[in-house]
């Protein structure tokens, strides 16, 4: 079984930001013909999300509820080849629970996308306990997502090169040293791109609760022991360097396959969209490519159905 964690769906309701580029339009047709190219079983859906988060804060609800809307329509249609994840109109916490208790509740939507951000107000914001809670409640499954960190680009290089990965390291270090990571174990944190620079930078995270002894009050465990409890996918980071790196840091369970598509090209020839793995053998390859199946149950249930009726 191979479930792709991590490719994203464009929606009409989602225009991009002002100022900035329209990514790749990507319709549920375009996936289904990607995963059937390259021999995926099934796609966790993350809408195409920037436009939602700009404007009138009175608009970023509505414009949620459309994408979520959408979201749940492709995963309707194809059941057994689509999960699909919720935005949240953050940083309005009413709205955001309202939102949450719809996708789950209403759409049957699998999971929710956050930022690492919004307007600076990073993940592990302990303003938004409620809305832990409630997804600790629910064991949740949570994909971090990096956007734009909130004080801006400083250099002119595209932002995915480094800016991302920053971005997705200050979010994970905020929700260890806010301590939501302690205080809801339950929720089922997937951090895209394995983990930004997170890994690479374990040992001098955790060595702040030396420096900062009022902080590691809220992480009793150790930085790294947090760490090693989140999933992190493969988008953007299908190769050895970044796989290994994550791979000290969490137990093989932990790594989820993905493809960051379209955002990352995949390869012209062959049906593995993922050749940069190759080092690894086969039974490694096959274990983390069905590893999300603990993120996304029911569509894991459905592919399983499916071969067992010999339909796949």
């Known amino acids: 079984m191979r479930i792709d964690t991590h490719v994203h769906l464009s929606t009409a309701s989602c225009p991009p930001p002002p100022g900035m580029p329209a ?33 009138d804060p009175a608009d970023i609800g509505k414009r949620a509820r459309l994408v979520n809307e959408e979201v749940a329509e492709a995963v309707r249609a194809h059941p ?21 208790a719809y996708g789950f509740d209403v759409l049957g939507l ?22 832990y809670a409630e997804l600790d409640r629910r064991g ?19 932002p995915w090169l480094y800016e991302f990965p920053f971005d997705t390291t200050r ?7 806010s301590g939501v990571a302690e ?22 995270i955790g060595s702040l609760s030396e420096r900062a002894p009022k902080l590691a009050e809220r992480a009793p465990a150790g930085a790294v022991a947090y760490l090693s409890r989140f999933y992190y996918d493969t988008g953007l980071a299908n190769n050895e360097y970044a796989y290994r790196g994550t791979r000290l ?27 940069g793995l190759g080092f690894l053998d086969d039974a490694e ?13 029911r569509l894991a249930a459905q592919i399983a159905a499916d071969r067992e009726a010999g339909l796949r």
């Open 249 to 275: 840091v969490v137990s093989a369970d932990r790594l989820v396959f993905g493809t960051d598509w379209p955002n990352c090209p995949l390869p012209e020839e062959g049906s593995d969209p993922a050749p």
């Open 23 to 55: 990514p790749p339009f990507v319709s549920a047709e375009a996936l289904l013909g990607m995963i059937d190219r390259y021999s995926i079983d099934g796609a966790v859906l993350s809408p195409v999300a920037p436009g939602v988060f700009f404007g």
């Open 171 to 177: 979010a994970v270090t905020n929700l260890i040293y």
């Open 140 to 158: 949740a499954y949570v994909f971090v997502h990096p956007t734009m960190p909130g004080n801006g680009q400083a250099l002119e290089h595209p």
């Open 183 to 204: 205080d809801y174990p339950n929720i089922r944190w997937q951090i895209a791109h394995c983990g930004g620079t997170a890994p690479f930078l374990a040992d001098r």
């Open 110 to 131: 699998d999971g929710v996308l956050l930022m690492t951000n919004y307007k600076g107000s990073y993940v592990g914001d302990p303003n938004w306990a409620p809305l």
């Open 285 to 297: 390859r096959a274990a983390l490519d069905a590893n999300a199946a603990v993120l996304v149950p």
């Open 80 to 100: 057994n080849r689509f999960a699909g994840l919720m935005l949240l109109p953050l940083p309005d916490l009413h709205s955001a629970l309202a939102e949450l």
